[in-house]
T-cell receptor, first 114, second 109 residues
């Protein structure tokens, strides 16, 4: 199994500002994933962070709004840019660390935008 | 495109009663199905995967390719089973996982 940590655990931000969320894995992984879980909703994949290449974004998500960095095999950041109240959500990172597509999840970052 | 459907947002059962959380999927290839659970104030974690054919905490799930279903079952519900349950589909070697909308299981004492 893997241990995944996220920082910050929660934050309250003002409209128009940006927040960078960090995700750290205790082992090297090829791919890391960023999800959004809006209140009462399921998890929606934002993007896949690949080490050494640009992130791959899902439909409805763009790099200008959610820039992602992946500087090495254990770390990634997701920035939520120019925030609006609609960005209030829980942001989760995950990584598969076995051959079965099993995902290990971080504890999440609860973001509130005022 | 892959899709996971969980028709029930909330399922309430009495302690000791059987539980069945429904999950149907849509995928043209060979799927890998999972059940994830999120207990109150805890992170999302894997409960079981179809490929292992295992029973975890008394829960089992059988992949039925004919009905494209992967229902989660437990013969006797316990109060500690109360949680949010997500069915998930992993497709191919890309390791991308699609989640259903989740079912909240409430076990009544």
């Amino acid at each position: 199994s893997a241990v995944i940590s996220q920082k910050p655990s929660r934050d309250i931000c003002q409209r128009g500002t940006s927040l960078t969320i960090q995700c750290q894995v205790d082992s090297q992984v090829t791919m890391m994933f960023w999800y959004r879980q809006q209140p009462g909703q399921s998890l929606t994949l934002i993007a896949t962070a690949n080490q050494g290449s640009e992130a791959t974004y899902e439909s409805g998500f763009v790099i200008d709004k959610f820039p992602i960095s992946r500087p090495n095999l254990t770390f990634s950041t997701l920035t939520v840019s120019n925030m609006s109240p609609e960005d209030s959500s829980i942001y989760l990172c995950s990584a598969p660390t076995s051959g079965y597509n099993e995902q290990f999840f971080g504890p999440g970052t609860r973001l509130t935008v005022l | 495109a892959q899709r996971v459907t969980q028709p029930e947002k909330l399922l309430s059962v009495f302690k000791g009663a059987p539980v069945e959380l429904k999950c149907n999927y849509s995928y043209s290839g060979s799927p890998e199905l999972f059940w994830y659970v999120q207990y109150s104030r805890q992170r999302l974690q894997l409960l079981l995967r179809h490929i292992s054919r295992e029973s975890i905490k008394g829960f089992t799930a059988d992949l039925n390719k004919g009905e494209t279903s992967f229902h989660l079952k437990k013969p006797f519900a316990q109060e500690e089973d109360s949680a949010m349950y997500y069915c998930a589909l992993g497709a191919g070697g890309y390791q991308k996982v699609t989640f259903g909308t989740g079912t909240k299981l409430q076990v009544i004492p």
